[in-house]
T-cell receptor, first 112, second 113 residues
Framework: GENVEQHPSTLSVQEGDSAVIKCTYSDSASNYFPWYKQELGKGPQLIIDIRSNVGEKKDQRIAVTLNKTAKHFSLHITETQPEDSAVYFCAAKAGGSYIPTFGRGTSLIVHP | NAGVTQTPKFQVLKTGQSMTLQCAQD?????MSWYRQDPGMGLRLIHYSVGAGITDQGEVPNGYNVSRSTTEDFPLRLLSAAPSQTSVYFC????????????FGPGTRLTVT
């Protein structure tokens, strides 16, 4: 089955800095790569996703890049703000799968 | 729409007790799934369902039972609780086609003593 590795497990930045979280996946058939944000005491919520026919996608301060050859994808957050502090999960889903496989999560801390 | 709702929010069980975690969604989503979240382990899939009457095992199904008699409800049963089942449990749902976005409930924090 699919295996998703996520790094780092903890990321601490100053407000205004950029943050990058990286994930690798094992199944070359994976074609959907979502990112979820989990605020303290809440369930995860989708913030951005990318499909395998696209190399990059942006939504305001967040962007995701995908390298299919290397089987890795990354989340980029620019101009970080304290409200960006949360746990971020990457995931990968193959075309024949119903449910994506999640990485172990990255705890992002943005210091004011 | 209420989205995905889970009850209870918190529960303490003694080893060997049984209980059911409730999950309901009002978005007419066909797919529903249960995850457990443990520190450093991310979200691990327990069971999932692709429609009423159809369920399948995920990565960590042992000790848990599910059924899906309606589109709206997907309860998770702990048959004989063990301390290893202390965790935060999330239910999620999504549509069959189009967007693959999963909608998560607020979670149930379970402690087994």
């Amino acid at each position: 089955g699919e295996n998703v590795e996520q790094h780092p497990s903890t990321l601490s930045v100053q407000e205004g800095d950029s943050a990058v979280i990286k994930c690798t996946y094992s199944d070359s058939a994976s074609n959907y790569f979502p990112w979820y944000k989990q605020e303290l005491g809440k369930g995860p919520q989708l913030i951005i996703d990318i499909r395998s026919n696209v190399g990059e996608k942006k939504d305001q301060r967040i962007a995701v890049t995908l390298n299919k050859t290397a089987k890795h994808f990354s989340l980029h957050i620019t101009e970080t703000q304290p409200e960006d502090s949360a746990v971020y999960f990457c995931a990968a889903k193959a075309g024949g799968s119903y449910i994506p496989t999640f990485g172990r999560g990255t705890s992002l801390i943005v210091h004011p | 729409n209420a989205g995905v709702t889970q009850t209870p929010k918190f529960q303490v069980l003694k080893t060997g007790q049984s209980m059911t975690l409730q999950c309901a969604q009002d978005m007419n989503h066909e797919y529903m799934s249960w995850y457990r979240q443990d520190p450093g382990m991310g979200l691990r899939l327990i069971h999932y369902s692709v429609g009423a009457g159809i369920t399948d095992q995920g990565e960590v199904p042992n000790g848990y039972n599910v059924s899906r008699s309606t589109t709206e409800d997907f309860p998770l049963r702990l048959l004989s609780a063990a301390p290893s089942q202390t965790s935060v449990y999330f239910c999620a749902s999504r549509l069959t086609g189009g967007s693959y976005e999963q909608y998560f409930g607020p979670g149930t924090r379970l402690t087994v003593t």
